[in-house]
């Protein structure tokens, strides 16, 4: 007679192994995308769960008899997900950032359409274009894989054996905030430099000849420049972008 008595442990170990994964993938970047269909990220989520479980289960903790301890667990499990893929998700931040100041800078700050990456918000189309770019690049450069090593070895900072680190998580999500901030900035660098160069030529011939309507002439000029500019610089914007990434998930990798 064939026992099943492995059965419930099994699955205990395998709800365990997706609530965290599941959670991740949610939000993660590139492969938590809204634009991707949900049962499509479900199957994923169910597969890749499967192939972690030889992998994971020697350090879960063994089936408790009291089902309120497994739910103690599976919400242990549910909200180191949430908070990996939230601080993940505030990559994304630094191409809306750099988006926005690049529309800015150039004039086309008017030109504002939904930005499908950050939830269908209304920003500047660059800011979305950069987003979409940025997903593009990581499934291009198989840094995707990265992020699947990184939950992988979230296990090994986070482990289900011991209490949720909140403050830690905080001050984590905090720094991922601020760093996303300034890689923006210095995405867009190059462009405030010519912001600041362009508008001060600007104002200066606007007072060697008042009679004439400088910014108003100007404004084609800014826009061709600024293109100009974006094009020449797409590749090396984009490379901070995806640096930046790669360095998020290397907290959760120890690296």
Known sequence: MISLNWLPSTAYFYILIFARVGSILMLIPALGEMTIPARMRLSFGLVFSLV?????VPSLPPL???????????????????IIGAITRLVTMAAAVAGSVI?????????????????????????????MLGVTL?????????????????????????????????????????????????????????????YLGM????RM????????????ATIWVGLILFALLISM????????FENVLAEFRGA
Not at 167 to 191: C, N, R
Not at 237 to 244: A, E, N, R, S
């Open 52 to 56: 972690l479980y030889p992998l994971i």
């Open 64 to 82: 408790p008899e009291n089902v309120l301890t497994i739910l103690v667990y599976l919400l242990h499990e549910l909200a180191i997900g949430l």
């Open 103 to 131: 529309a800015y800078q150039t004039g086309l700050s008017g030109a504002q359409g939904p930005d499908p990456i950050n939830g269908g918000a209304q920003g500047a189309l660059i800011g979305a274009f950069l987003s």
């Open 138 to 198: 990581i499934f291009a450069t198989n840094l995707h894989h990265v992020a699947l090593m990184a939950i992988r070895d979230s296990y090994m900072i986070f482990s289900p054996r011991d209490p949720l680190m909140f403050g830690d998580a905080a001050q984590l999500a905090i720094q991922s905030a601020a760093s996303a901030f300034v890689i923006g900035i210095q995405m867009s660098s190059p462009f405030i430099v010519l912001g600041l160069v362009f």
């Open 203 to 206: 104002g200066l011939l606007g």
């Open 209 to 220: 000849m008042p009679q004439l309507q400088v910014f108003f002439v100007a404004m084609p």
């Open 237 to 244: 914007i984009m490379g901070w972008y995806l640096t930046h």
